[in-house]
């Protein structure tokens, strides 16, 4: 680093300074001295046996953390009886179902993410909105349990994806009782819905005493026994 003084009535003079790395490097001769190793073993000061190893020190981390979940299962856990609620059946008027997801003790991308299921036949609808609302629906209609499902993550917080997927169903209602045009002319192509096979009654085969089975094994065995005898003899 060079630093300019200026005296009156003298000329510039000029002072230069040697940073402290470079001042081992200066002349011949003169050895580097070297940097201790803080974490080399020759400079690690010798263990007397009088304190836990490393490993020990986070074996007994373990433990305390374990107690410590067990103090509060045995003293803060029954404090959360006086908060407990009733179970409510929902009601007729409650046919929104929004199902999200939460990790306990860690943050997880999927805990954005919101998913709502409605049953069509909820919605009171006609049988010509309902038409348009199925072909507006698209593949979100599952045909087996007759359920409009939709979820959406593209928003940060999960309150946002859930009131997007409030505004969409609205926009969805509000677009099938649209008298305009009711798409009356487009067919509704939906799959066909799975059909559960169920085994035929004529297979089962009727179930055996056990007492049956016993007296065969206890007969097989007598015979068996006599006819050793025989041979003894």
Not at 14 to 35: C, D, E, N, P
Not at 46 to 63: A, C, M, P
Not at 147 to 157: G, I, T
Not at 191 to 220: S, Y
Request: charged share 35%; proline share 5%; aromatic share 8%.
């Amino acid at each position: 680093m060079l630093r300019q003084v200026v005296n009156k009535g003298t000329a510039a003079r000029q002072f230069s300074t040697t940073s402290v790395a470079l001042a081992g490097r200066q002349g011949t001769g003169v050895q580097r001295r070297k940097a201790e190793k803080k974490f080399d073993v020759e400079f690690m000061p010798k263990f007397d046996f009088d304190d836990q190893t490393t490993i020990g020190h986070s074996l007994f981390e373990n433990i305390r953390e374990v107690r410590q979940y067990l103090r509060k299962t045995e003293f803060e856990l029954p404090k959360l009886n006086a908060f407990a609620k009733p179970f409510e059946a929902p009601t007729s008027d409650q046919i929104l179902r929004i199902k999200s997801h939460t990790y306990v003790g860690e943050g997880h991308p999927v805990e954005k993410k919101a998913v709502l299921n409605v049953k069509v036949s909820d919605l009171k609808l006609s049988a010509t909105e309902k038409h348009k609302f199925l072909l507006l629906s698209g593949p979100r209609y599952n045909v087996n349990t007759e359920e409009l499902v939709m979820s959406s993550e593209r928003f940060p917080h999960r309150k946002q994806n859930k009131k997007y997927l409030l505004d969409v169903l609205n926009k969805l209602i509000v677009e099938a009782k649209d008298t305009k045009d009711t798409f009356a002319d487009i067919p509704l192509d939906l799959p066909k819905p799975k059909q559960r096979l169920e085994f035929p009654k004529e297979w089962i085969k009727a179930p055996v005493k056990e007492t049956v089975i016993e007296t065969q094994v206890i007969d097989e065995l007598l015979d068996a026994v006599a006819k050793k005898e025989e041979k003894t003899v």
